[in-house]
């Protein structure tokens, strides 16, 4: 499963220079974990995160100007840092298996001279097998919607004979949009596919509650509209591993005795929890919404081919507490799986999800003093890491003020 092993945001929202884990230029530090929680204050920088994901796949989907003007963002000059007058920028640093050599991926955004939100600059380059230092290679470079793509025709070193001329029509669209649907850019397909397969949770209960016309599908959405249709797609892959998972799940939501299932007369699926003390069940519409929030995620975490990346904000709310530690686990597990684990990321309020976690897997943002918000790793805080040896749970560091604690410092 491929796997993010660093990004860097400038210019983006509160995130004017921000880097999380490994880059092209800063290789020797460590990557992201597969399972990875960002924690800060409120106005850290923690939804600009998380909304840069959002806005990457969207650029992908659509164009850049299209994913700037989406409502809740508002256009290029709201988007863009205040204060700042460049592009906005994004590289991010992947690796397609653990045999593969890292890519890095580079996405600049600004404003042309007539006032449209464009790609300025574009690059997906990897070092040659064996290289450490020297000029990478390129194979998609563009700059203002001209340059060059590696047309997989021989090898690496054969360079001159393998690049093709690159001219874009319309410079709000990526150059990886274009040739990442041509079999002859094998690693630019590589890089859409993964990019194309991120997951932003933003699920939403009442329309869970909705039964949706019959028809299976493979995955749950975004918001959660095809719960019934993702169930069903489970139930007729596989009913034995489908009935398990009822019962795994049962033990996860308090006060319930068991889930089952029923098909209506028209063919829809619907679920039936079967609590303690009641003689009848109920039916997926009538549990509250942090039921329905809890089911969402433990359902998408028995995905049997997952996404390679899942980002969810803010699980905790809705969750009683005591729920929190024993999802993070299941997360976890799920993330940890060999080849087909995706990686996970969450950001979070709540203490008892980090207690579940280690220092690696934690990601601080905070604002310095200039206002610019700034990103440590908890595993990079010595006197962190040296308590959390000790047997003090995360969460515990944190609730109490070792981390996190809202105010510019210095560690």
């Not at 069903?232 to 034995?240: F, G, T, V």
Request: proline share 6%; glycine share 8%; net charge positive.
């Amino acid at each position: 499963m491929a796997q993010l092993e660093g990004i860097r945001i400038k210019n983006y929202r509160a995130l004017q220079d921000v880097t999380l884990g490994r880059t092209f230029e800063n290789r020797d530090d460590a990557p992201l974990s597969k399972f990875i929680s960002v924690i800060g204050p409120n106005g850290s920088g923690k939804s600009a995160l998380m909304d840069a994901f959002g806005f990457i796949g969207d650029c992908l989907r659509t164009n850049v100007e299209d994913a700037c003007d989406r409502p809740h963002r508002g256009g290029f000059e709201r988007l863009r840092t205040q204060g700042q007058k460049g592009p906005i920028q994004f590289e991010l640093y992947f690796r397609q298996d653990q045999k593969s050599r890292p890519i890095s991926y580079s996405l600049h955004i600004d404003m042309d001279n007539t006032g449209h939100t464009v790609v300025v600059y574009e690059r997906l380059r990897q070092r040659r097998k064996g290289q450490k230092i020297g000029k990478p290679f390129s194979f998609l470079e563009i700059k203002k919607g001209k340059g060059f793509a590696w047309a997989g025709r021989g090898s690496e070193k054969e360079e001159e004979n393998t690049y093709v001329q690159v001219k874009l029509n319309d410079s709000r669209f990526l150059g990886i949009t274009t040739f990442g649907n041509l079999s002859d850019h094998p690693r630019i397909v590589a890089f859409r596919t993964f990019l194309e397969g991120w997951y932003l949770s933003y699920f939403v209960p009442d329309l869970a509650r909705v039964l949706p016309v019959a028809g299976a599908q493979k995955h749950l959405n975004q918001r959660g509209d095809n719960l019934a249709n993702y169930l069903q797609y489970i139930e007729r892959a596989d009913p034995k591993k489908f009935g398990n998972m009822l019962k795994k799940i049962a033990q996860y939501i308090p006060g319930i005795q068991s889930i089952s299932h029923k098909r209506t007369d028209d063919g829809r699926l619907l679920l039936q929890f079967n609590d303690k003390g009641y003689q009848n069940p109920f039916f997926q519409p009538d549990m509250s919404d942090g039921t329905l929030k809890l089911l969402a995620y433990l359902l998408l975490l028995e995905d049997p081919s997952p996404f390679p990346l899942i980002g969810i904000e803010e699980p905790e709310n809705g969750l009683h507490h005591q729920l929190l530690e024993p999802l993070a686990q299941t997360m976890k597990k799920y993330s940890s799986m060999e080849k087909t684990g995706p990686q996970i990321i969450i950001t979070t309020h709540s203490p008892y999800f980090i207690d579940a976690l280690t220092p690696k897997e934690v990601w601080i943002l905070e604002k310095n003093e200039k206002g610019s918000s700034t990103a440590v790793r908890a595993a990079d805080i010595k006197s962190v890491k040296e308590l959390f040896e000790e047997g003090i749970p995360l969460g515990s560091l944190w609730y109490s003020d070792h981390f996190g604690r809202g105010n510019p410092h210095v560690y």
